[in-house]
Each structure stands twice: as C-alpha cells, then as structure tokens.
C-alpha cells in the first residue's frame, strides 16, 4: 500500500478530533496560525518527507502551546499526524517553562515536480488524541534481548546481551555473538514486532501471511553492522550491551545501542549508535560515534551478508559497488526476490572478507559518521528486479543529499525567527 493510502485513515480520524477548533476565534480575534514554507530542490517525488520544526520556534510564536492540543494543516486545509519529540523528559525549558521538547513533526509527500509546499500550525481548543503508531521500537527481553525495530514498511533487529551469554551445559541455548542487523520483510502497513515475538521464533521464520524473517545474519554484518578494517582483517563487537529510547512513533521512532570496548587490532574501540526510522520509508538513518585509545583515525567498515539467503532457495546474488553505496540484490526460487543496501556518504573504498562486503569510511574518535541502511522485497510490488532498487537506492541517496528547507513566517504580531 503506499504511503500516501496509508495516512488516509489517520487524516478522518484527526479531522473528527479536532473539527471546528480553529471557528472557536471569532472574525474580528483571528486564530494564530504558524505558517511554513517547505522547499527543496529534487525534481523527483519525495513520498513520506518528514518536515521538522523546531519546537522552540513553536512555543515562541504560538505561546502557550501544548503538544496534545495543535492542528498542523496542509494547503488545503487538511489535518495532518503529527509527533513532537522529548529526547530528554528530565531535561527543562532554559525559561523554565517544563518540558525542553525537541521537533514537531509530520509528513507530506511530494509528487515530482512540486518543489515547494506551505502549511499551518495552530492551537487547537480539544486534546488531540494519540495517532495510530507507523513507527516503533522496543527491546526484547523475552528474546533474548534482542532489540527490534520497524515502521509500515521494513523491520529490523539486532542481538542482545542474553543471547550472547554462555549456555548452561545441556541448556540447548541459542549462542550468538554478532552486532550484525537483520531484516523482516513484512506484508501488512500495520505493526508486527509484538505479534511476531508472541508467534515465536519458529513461526516467524515461515510465511503464514504476514511475511517474514527470510534474512540471514549470523556472525556476518547482516545489513549494515559496523566494525574496525585494518587492511586485511575486520574487527567487530560484541552484542549490544545498553539502549535508550529516544522518540517512538507514530511518525518517527529514534533510539541508541552501545557497543562495549572490544579488541580493535591492539586498540581499544567502544560504539555508540543511533538509529532513526520514519513512517512510509525504507531507510534507517544510523549516526556512529567512536570511542578509542589515541586520536588516530579510524578505518570504519560497514558490511552486508554475502550469504544473506536461505540455501533451499537457491538465491542468485549481485552485488553493486557505487561511490558511496553497496547494494544487494537476491534472488530466490519463491519466496520473492529481495535487495539491501547501504549508503555511507564520505565513502573512500571497499573491501570484502570472507563473510561480508564492505564499504569503508574514515572516521576520527568521537565525530560521527552518518549512513543510512535499507531493504525490500518483491512482493511489494514496487522493486521487482535488481534495476528497480538500484533507481530506488540512487533516488534516497539523492534525497539525503538534499534535505529540504523550513520558512517560518510567524503569526500576525509575532516575532520573526
């Protein structure tokens, strides 16, 4: 389904909450309305374009407005999600005014052509309710601990401590040291973590109408695991070892892994992740921060499975190197054709070990490095061959390169950011 369908639903539903909110104002007392002007410079269609606003320039030119009580309209005056982050809920308003939130958010899609988009955000006299989740995250204790994520689109995971610990003699315990990434692909737009998780390692494994874990990982990078390349060998850590949930949904869920010191080649490396996956898309953002004995810089490897399908499959793999890309594409007897791929702007070469192809960046302790990590399947009905995902991948790296830009033009009276 795509991405402008699925927010249809979610459109009646927040027009029903908030319906004459803005006629409570009469004509002579106008109701403040924020208005912005998003632009960019792609002649492409951006579906799922997340917009961000500030929300101190929210609160500055709309005073008293509450995150539960807004209505952010498009041109035409249709009401859209929306999602106000609270990266730190112990942090406060240098004014003293509560709660430090962080940005509003919401989402429009750009058809090809349209370069430009204007909207409103008012407050609204009725609590606006929750809005249906397309983005969410949570660890797995009941796993293992594995940490899994997803949105309408994809979903991942990766490993925790629990799996990673020495099995008990005759425990028949699943040990799997590996800060690789994996891949569900599923079928419907609403979310599966929770009734994949309740369905069981078994179940999921196999299609029963949902779709499926049909990726493998093992020891191998999966798609999109980090480690340290010193020419010749790759370097990695172990499981994850602590997370934090910093936004979850509806519209964006972010969230950090670290990664405790392992050996990198005689030099002591630590990891901090963050991830960030928005409703209607395909790629999960990553932001990677080194920590590590000496200033030197370091030689980052991200990596994709050369084995990443079942072997009753019989998968047909291809692999692309670009500049700074490295994109999969499988094939498969019938379980549907699949394609990943990373995009690591700043790349300067690859590699390959005897699990993993790799693209490579160089990185100094303690500055990030950012990339992006993504998949799809056949099914979808979007990319059915290996051409159709490498336009796909070509289009996102495009669009990464090219963020688009908020005006703000604050209410009658207000005071200009």
Same mark, same amino acid.
């Given at each position: 389904?795509?991405?402008?369908?699925?927010?249809?639903?979610?459109?009646?539903?927040?027009?029903?909450? #908030?319906?004459?909110?803005?006629?409570?104002?009469?004509?002579?007392?106008? +109701? /403040?309305?924020?208005?912005?002007?998003?632009?960019?410079?792609?002649?492409?269609?951006?579906?799922?374009?997340?917009?961000? #606003?500030?929300?101190?320039?929210?609160?500055?030119?709309?005073?008293?407005?509450?995150?539960?009580? %807004?209505?952010?309209? &498009?041109?035409?005056?249709?009401?859209?999600?929306?999602?106000?982050?609270?990266?730190?809920?112990?942090?406060? !308003?240098?004014?003293?005014?509560?709660?430090?939130?962080?940005?509003?958010?919401?989402?429009? !899609?750009?058809?090809?052509?349209?370069?430009?988009?204007?909207?409103?955000?008012?407050?609204?006299?009725?609590?606006?309710?929750?809005?249906?989740?397309?983005?969410?995250?949570?660890?797995?204790?009941?796993?293992? &601990?594995?940490?899994?994520?997803?949105?309408?689109?994809?979903?991942?995971? +990766?490993?925790?401590?629990?799996?990673?610990?020495?099995?008990?003699?005759?425990?028949?315990?699943?040990?799997?040291?590996?800060?690789?990434?994996?891949?569900?692909?599923?079928?419907?737009?609403? %979310?599966?973590?929770? @009734?994949?998780?309740?369905?069981?390692?078994?179940?999921?494994?196999?299609?029963?109408?949902?779709?499926?874990?049909?990726?493998?990982?093992?020891?191998?990078?999966? %798609?999109?695991?980090?480690?340290?390349?010193?020419?010749?060998?790759?370097?990695?850590?172990?499981?994850?070892?602590?997370?934090?949930?910093?936004?979850?949904?509806?519209?964006?869920?972010?969230?950090?892994?670290?990664?405790?010191?392992?050996?990198?080649?005689?030099?002591?490396?630590?990891?901090?992740?963050?991830? +960030?996956? !928005?409703?209607?898309?395909?790629?999960?953002?990553?932001?990677?921060?080194?920590?590590?004995?000496?200033?030197?810089?370091? @030689?980052?490897?991200?990596?994709?499975?050369?084995?990443?399908?079942?072997?009753?499959?019989?998968?047909?793999?291809? +692999?692309?190197?670009?500049?700074?890309?490295?994109?999969?594409?499988?094939?498969? @007897?019938?379980?549907?054709?699949?394609?990943?791929?990373?995009?690591?702007?700043?790349?300067?070469?690859?590699? !390959? &070990?005897?699990?993993?192809? %790799?693209?490579?960046?160089? #990185?100094?302790?303690?500055? /990030?490095?950012?990339?992006?990590?993504?998949?799809?399947?056949?099914?979808?009905?979007?990319?059915?061959?290996?051409?159709?995902?490498?336009?796909?991948?070509?289009?996102?790296?495009? @669009? #990464?390169?090219?963020?688009?830009?908020?005006?703000?033009?604050?209410?009658?009276?207000?005071?200009?950011?």
């Amino acid at each position: 389904m795509p991405p402008t369908s699925r927010r249809g639903a979610l459109a009646a539903g927040l027009a029903l909450a #908030v319906a004459g909110s803005s006629g409570m104002a009469s004509a002579a007392e106008p +109701t /403040p309305r924020l208005q912005l002007t998003v632009h960019h410079t792609l002649a492409a269609a951006r579906p799922a374009e997340t917009i961000a #606003v500030p929300w101190r320039e929210v609160a500055r030119q709309l005073p008293g407005a509450r995150l539960h009580q %807004l209505a952010v309209r &498009d041109a035409t005056g249709r009401l859209l999600p929306y999602q106000v982050t609270n990266v730190d809920p112990q942090a406060k !308003d240098p004014r003293g005014e509560g709660t430090a939130y962080g940005e509003l958010l919401f989402q429009h !899609d750009f058809a090809a052509g349209e370069q430009q988009a204007r909207f409103t955000i008012e407050k609204a006299e009725a609590v606006v309710p929750p809005f249906p989740a397309r983005a969410f995250a949570r660890p797995v204790p009941e796993r293992l &601990d594995d940490f899994a994520w997803e949105n309408d689109r994809i979903a991942h995971r +990766t490993y925790g401590p629990a799996l990673a610990a020495p099995a008990p003699p005759g425990s028949g315990k699943e040990v799997l040291v590996s800060s690789g990434i994996d891949v569900w692909f599923k079928r419907p737009s609403y %979310l599966v973590i929770d @009734r994949w998780y309740t369905k069981g390692h078994d179940h999921y494994h196999q299609e029963q109408g949902e779709g499926l874990d049909m990726y493998g990982v093992g020891r191998s990078r999966g %798609l999109g695991g980090s480690g340290l390349w010193n020419g010749q060998r790759l370097f990695t850590s172990g499981n994850y070892a602590r997370w934090r949930i910093l936004a979850n949904g509806p519209i964006r869920v972010a969230f950090e892994l670290a990664y405790d010191t392992w050996d990198a080649d005689g030099r002591p490396v630590s990891e901090l992740k963050r991830f +960030t996956l !928005d409703a209607g898309q395909l790629f999960t953002a990553v932001e990677s921060r080194f920590t590590a004995a000496g200033p030197q810089p370091l @030689r980052v490897a991200l990596g994709l499975n050369k084995a990443p399908a079942y072997t009753s499959q019989g998968p047909v793999i291809s +692999t692309h190197r670009g500049a700074d890309t490295l994109v999969q594409w499988v094939r498969q @007897r019938s379980a549907g054709d699949f394609g990943t791929a990373l995009i690591l702007p700043g790349a300067d070469g690859h590699a !390959d &070990d005897a699990l993993n192809e %790799l693209i490579l960046a160089t #990185v100094a302790p303690g500055q /990030p490095l950012r990339y992006h990590l993504g998949a799809a399947v056949s099914w979808s009905g979007e990319f059915t061959s290996t051409e159709a995902w490498q336009a796909h991948v070509a289009a996102w790296r495009e @669009r #990464v390169a090219a963020p688009v830009q908020v005006r703000i033009t604050p209410p009658a009276g207000g005071v200009a950011p």
